[in-house]
Nanobody, 127 residues
Framework: QVQLVESGGGLVQAGGSLRLTCAAS????????MGWFRQAPGKEREFVAA????????AYADSVKGRFIISRDNAKNTVYLRMNSLKPEDTAVYYC????????????????????WGQGTQVTVSS
C-alpha cells in the first residue's frame, strides 16, 4: 500500500482559495485511484472528489462541483485538490485516500472503497 501525507490546509476567508497536496510513497502510486474526503465535527466522512489512476476520469460531490478541481502528477507521486470560492460549510478535516482496485471513479464512492488514508489536514473557512 502507499503511504499518504496531506498538506496545504489552513485558515481562509470565505470566497478564498486553497490547494491541498497529497504526497504518496511507493512505486505503485500510478496504479491507484485517488480521492479526497472530508469530515466536519459531529458528521460522517464524506466524499469530495476522486480521480482515476490515469487522471482521465474525475468525479465530484455536488456540493463542490464547479468550485474544486482534483488533479494528479504520477511522475511526482502527488495528487492535488484546488479549492476555489470556499464557503464556511467547507470547513472540515480533509483526507487523501487511495485505492488500487478502483478501475473507474464516480460520485457514489464511499470511504470503504479506499484502503489507504492520510492523517488529514484541517481547512477552516471563516465567514
Amino acid at each position: 500500500q502507499v503511504q499518504l501525507v496531506e498538506s496545504g490546509g489552513g485558515l481562509v476567508q470565505a470566497g478564498g482559495s486553497l490547494r491541498l497536496t497529497c504526497a504518496a510513497s511507493g512505486r505503485t502510486f500510478s496504479s491507484y485511484a485517488m480521492g479526497w474526503f472530508r469530515q466536519a465535527p459531529g458528521k460522517e466522512r464524506e466524499f469530495v472528489a476522486a480521480i482515476s489512476w490515469s487522471g482521465g476520469s474525475t468525479a465530484y460531490a455536488d456540493s463542490v462541483k464547479g468550485r474544486f478541481i482534483i488533479s494528479r502528477d504520477n511522475a511526482k507521486n502527488t495528487v492535488y485538490l484546488r479549492m476555489n470560492s470556499l464557503k464556511p460549510e467547507d470547513t472540515a478535516v480533509y483526507y487523501c485516500a487511495g485505492s488500487r482496485y478502483l478501475g473507474t471513479v464516480g460520485a457514489g464512492l464511499r470511504a470503504p472503497d479506499f484502503g489507504s488514508w492520510g492523517q488529514g489536514t484541517q481547512v477552516t473557512v471563516s465567514s
